[in-house]
């Protein structure tokens, strides 16, 4: 069966035209949505364009990289020498990739955000991003199990890898392991970070080889279950805790994703077109328990169908931080967390992406 990445159709009888509005009335709006509280939010790669990772689809919905080709979890996973070749190209790959998402920094709508979440206006945020943004614009006052209760992952985080028999550890300890075995490949990492020409990075931390081949880059094997036993050609299947194309999300997250959803009064949607059928169900299920909705995002949404959507096609950017200081009032100055939280945040999109910024993902 041929699997195909997942876009938006431009069929008219599906999408449809929302009349363009101004920035003070879009933040109105916004405000008013908020200002009850008790809000989730549900956000795609559109909210991390400001933070320098480009988004997936365009304003027509369309891969804004026509070139991209990603791995599917089933050619990853597979353990015969073909799946080698697979998992030696989306190593190398994502090997270049993954410092500039390590580095990457939370964009002025992460932090808007943080700041809504530490004002309890925003219970619950439910994120498709695999970036760890969110976590890093979070209160300084929240342990990791805060952190864990109040942020759902949808899709997983590039931070940490693990191997199909469940034995994980660190991106940054697996990184360097790469670096070991690769030192031609390391010399050519560090000489891009010298010459600060950064290869094009996907929201997932794949990039483009620009001609340079992977036939000799060495996958590290987990080390545990070569103690274990197991033969080399299966302790090489590993993958960074994210999901991928033709891989499900597990029920415990699903599940955990409507339960969120329930315990709030409301959903926003930031940045995302909802290709993803796992996020597109949340924002099916909270039409059908009777939940508003409300989308901020540039561009046709899977969701445009729905009479009962309220939708602002506008940059999240452009208006979030307005908005929390309209909603939190006098203590968003007077507040030292409140104040760290709305202070921060990088404006620094992509340059060549510029056209598309803070579309979904």
Known sequence: ?????????????VTKAFPQVSKTEAVSRLVSFIEPGNVAVLTGAGISVDSGIRAYRGQNGRYLNPNYHPIFFHELADPTPKGHRFRQRYWARSYLG???IKEAKPSTSHYAIGALQYSNL???????????????AIPITWGAYEKQRRILELHGRLRTVSCTRGHSQSRAVFQERISSLNPSWRKYVDELARTGSEPRTNPDG?????????????????????LEGVNADEASIIKPDVIFFGESISSAVKDRSFRDLECCDKLL?????????SAFRIVKHA???????????????????????????MKSGAVLTDVCSLVLGPKA????????LMMSGVVQPPIDDTADNDTGG
């Open 206 to 226: 794949d990039v483009e080889l620009r001609g340079r081949y992977f036939t000799d880059f060495v996958v590290p094997n987990c080390e545990l279950c070569l």
């Open 1 to 13: 069966m041929r699997v195909s990445i997942p876009t938006i159709s431009l069929d008219p009888l």
């Open 98 to 100: 993954w410092p500039a």
């Open 122 to 136: 925003v219970h619950k945020l439910i994120t498709q991003n695999v970036d760890g943004l969110h976590g890093k």
């Open 269 to 277: 949607v930031i940045g995302t077109t909802l290709a993803t059928y």
């Open 287 to 313: 039409l059908e328990v009777g939940k508003p909705v409300m989308m901020l995002n540039i561009g046709p949404t899977r969701a445009d169908k729905f009479e009962r959507i309220e939708k602002i096609e």
């Open 333 to 340: 100055h007077h507040d030292p967390e409140l104040r760290r």
